[in-house]
């Protein structure tokens, strides 16, 4: 075997999944493409064509820094994307305070709505029954108007035609005629 195959190791004996070779891969041509005039990584690079992971301690080393670099990017991405989510909760929460804030409100509007349209529709029958007993007397006092207009008219028919009798057998009082 050759120096540079006893330096290599094939990357699918590494214990890792297809997506992890495939980012070791990746993470190997980045290092090389950075080092592009460096043997090392015109060597890592050759290595990471053939599915093999050189084990000499400045491509290695490289990888590592890779790693870390790409890492602290990921981290910042997800303190940021943290943050940010953190800011739209808050956002959501407010919202809903102030929907619930807004919705309590509605709430207190309908039920004084509601007690209003109570106390109109008490007023209302309380005035639909006084305006019936209002009606109730009128008809009963334009009845007795009529009884006694009745009664009235006829008591004069019957003076009238009292007096008339009285005068028809002469015993009108003054001698003069009423009529």
Same mark, same amino acid.
């Given at each position: 075997?050759?120096?540079?195959?006893?330096?290599?190791?094939?990357?699918? *004996?590494l214990?890792?999944?297809?997506?992890?070779?495939?980012?070791?891969?990746?993470?190997? *041509?980045?290092?090389?493409?950075?080092?592009?005039?460096?043997?090392?990584?015109?060597?890592?690079?050759?290595?990471?064509?053939?599915?093999?992971?050189?084990?000499?301690s400045?491509?290695?080393?490289?990888?590592?820094?890779?790693?870390?670099?790409?890492?602290?990017?990921?981290? *910042?991405?997800?303190?940021?994307?943290?943050?940010?989510s953190?800011?739209?909760?808050? /956002?959501?929460?407010?919202?809903?305070?102030?929907?619930?804030d /807004?919705?309590?409100?509605?709430?207190?509007?309908?039920?004084?709505l509601?007690? *209003?349209?109570?106390?109109?529709?008490?007023?209302?029958?309380?005035?639909?029954?006084?305006?019936?007993?209002?009606?109730?007397?009128?008809?009963?006092?334009?009845? +007795?108007?009529?009884? +006694?207009?009745?009664?009235?008219?006829?008591?004069?028919?019957?003076?009238?035609?009292?007096?008339?009798?009285h005068?028809?057998?002469?015993?009108?009082?003054s001698?003069?005629?009423?009529?």
């Amino acid at each position: 075997m050759s120096s540079s195959q006893h330096q290599a190791i094939p990357d699918t *004996q590494l214990g890792l999944t297809e997506d992890e070779v495939q980012l070791l891969r990746h993470g190997q *041509q980045a290092v090389a493409a950075a080092a592009a005039n460096s043997t090392s990584s015109r060597a890592a690079s050759r290595a990471s064509s053939q599915g093999l992971l050189i084990l000499d301690s400045s491509s290695l080393s490289a990888l590592g820094r890779h790693f870390d670099r790409l890492m602290q990017h990921i981290q *910042q991405q997800l303190e940021y994307l943290m943050e940010q989510s953190q800011i739209v909760t808050l /956002n959501v929460y407010d919202r809903a305070g102030n929907l619930i804030d /807004n919705a309590d409100a509605e709430i207190a509007r309908y039920h004084s709505l509601m007690a *209003q349209i109570d106390e109109l529709e008490l007023d209302f029958d309380r005035i639909a029954h006084i305006r019936d007993i209002v009606r109730d007397y009128r008809r009963r006092a334009e009845e +007795l108007e009529r009884e +006694l207009e009745r009664s009235g008219s006829s008591s004069r028919r019957e003076r009238h035609g009292h007096r008339s009798s009285h005068r028809s057998h002469g015993h009108s009082s003054s001698g003069r005629q009423r009529t």
